[in-house]
Structure formats: structure tokens, C-alpha cells
Antibody, heavy 116, light 106 residues
Framework: EVQLVESGGGLVQRGGSLRLSCAAY????????MSWARQAPGKGLEWVAK????????YYVDSVKGRFTVSRDNAEESLYLQMNSLRDDDAAVYYC?????????WGQGTRVTVSS | ETVLTQSPATLSVSPGDRVTLSCRAS??????FAWYQQKPGQSPRVVIY???TRATGVSARFSGSGSGTEFTLTIGSLQSEDFAVYYC????????FGQGTRLEIK
């Protein structure tokens, strides 16, 4: 059974940095693209970043390009999101996600709050 | 980026009703289309994927259809546990979501 467990969220000042982590269980992590998605309070869902299994390709939504960096450690079966220069509109629940054969699997999410 | 437009934004219905939710894509996404249910404080849960395939454990009340740019989710005989927000998603390239349709009890 696919299980994704995020951690690392919290309260951060505007302009600050935060690193999110995701531990993956129940599937061959090193074989699949992995992603981050987010949901701002009371808002919809947004795909934020995705990374190829060998890290040779990474893609980001326009609003985070140059500020966020996705990475992974296949030996540790973990996914990361380094978030720098955080803005008010980055406040959200961040989900580690796996899109596999048409189904998006979600973690429980980790909340990022940005204070001014 | 493919934009998904859901309608309506909110639907007030009664238990036992049959409802149809719609989602339109700004360009063709083939059959790479899914529907998710989200309840307050929970992660989204897949209901339908590949346009019309019910996910494991999902009631037969749920059915999906469509192709290209027009997709629908139909829920027959609404139960209390079906009241939630439903999001459509395309995954033909960069995944995107609709803005959601909230099903509320009339």
C-alpha cells in the first residue's frame, strides 16, 4: 500500500526558508516521478513541482520557479522541497504526491504558515 | 498549461438526488482525467481515474464519462457521506485541477 508521510511544515517569516520532507513506503520509490502539490487555506489544489526518478528533470509551477527546489534521495526513499524567499501566497498545506497509472496518491499534508 | 473549469461552483441537493458535475478543459487531455473528493481536514481521495474507472472501494453510485475537453461525474442517489468538494484533474502533461464543486445539503 502506498504511504506518503510529510514533515517539516511550520511557521516561517515572510522571506524565510523551510525544507519539507516526505518519506515514501509501499512502492518502488526509485522508479517513479514524484511531486509536491499544495492547497492554500480555503482554496483549490495546485501542482507545485515534479522530479524524475534520476533527478535529471525537474519542473515547477511558474509561481515558485527560482525559489523552490525539489530533490530526492532514492536510497532513503525520500522526497524534499526546499522553499526559499517565502511569500504570503505560499501559505498552504503541502502534499507529497505520487501519480501512478492515473491515480494521484496523497500524503496527509504538512502546513506552511507565512507570517509578516 | 491546461485550464479546467468546473460547474457549478456549489450545488445544493438533497439525499437521494442524482447529480451531475461538469468539467471543461481548455484543450484536449485525451482520457487522462480524474475526479477527487475532499472532505474538511482530509486529503483528496480519488473517485474516478482514466475518465471512467472507479477507484478501489468507491461506490457504484459514482460514474465518470467524457473525452477530449468535456467531462462529467455523476453521482446517483446521494448519500450523506457524498457531501464534499469534488475536484476534476487532468494529467496529460503538467497536472492541473479545476476550482472545485461543493455539494451541500439542501
Amino acid at each position: 500500500e502506498v504511504q506518503l508521510v510529510e514533515s517539516g511544515g511550520g511557521l516561517v517569516q515572510r522571506g524565510g526558508s523551510l525544507r519539507l520532507s516526505c518519506a515514501a513506503y509501499g512502492f518502488s520509490f526509485s522508479r517513479y516521478w514524484m511531486s509536491w502539490a499544495r492547497q492554500a487555506p480555503g482554496k483549490g489544489l495546485e501542482w507545485v513541482a515534479k522530479i524524475k526518478p534520476d533527478e535529471s528533470e525537474k519542473y515547477y509551477v511558474d509561481s515558485v520557479k527560482g525559489r523552490f527546489t525539489v530533490s530526492r534521495d532514492n536510497a532513503e526513499e525520500s522526497l524534499y522541497l526546499q522553499m526559499n524567499s517565502l511569500r504570503d501566497d505560499d501559505a498552504a498545506v503541502y502534499y507529497c504526491v505520487l501519480l501512478l497509472q492515473g491515480i494521484t496518491y496523497w500524503g496527509q499534508g504538512t502546513r506552511v504558515t507565512v507570517s509578516s | 498549461e491546461t485550464v479546467l473549469t468546473q460547474s457549478p461552483a456549489t450545488l445544493s441537493v438533497s439525499p437521494g438526488d442524482r447529480v451531475t458535475l461538469s468539467c471543461r478543459a481548455s484543450q484536449s487531455v485525451g482520457g487522462n482525467f480524474a475526479w477527487y473528493q475532499q472532505k474538511p481536514g482530509q486529503s483528496p481521495r480519488v473517485v474516478i481515474y482514466d475518465t471512467s474507472t472507479r477507484a478501489t472501494g468507491v461506490s457504484a453510485r459514482f460514474s465518470g464519462s467524457g473525452s477530449g475537453t468535456e467531462f462529467t461525474l455523476t453521482i446517483g442517489s446521494l448519500q450523506s457521506e457524498d457531501f464534499a468538494v469534488y475536484y476534476c484533474q487532468q494529467y496529460d502533461g503538467w497536472p492541473t485541477f479545476g476550482q472545485g464543486t461543493r455539494l451541500e445539503i439542501k
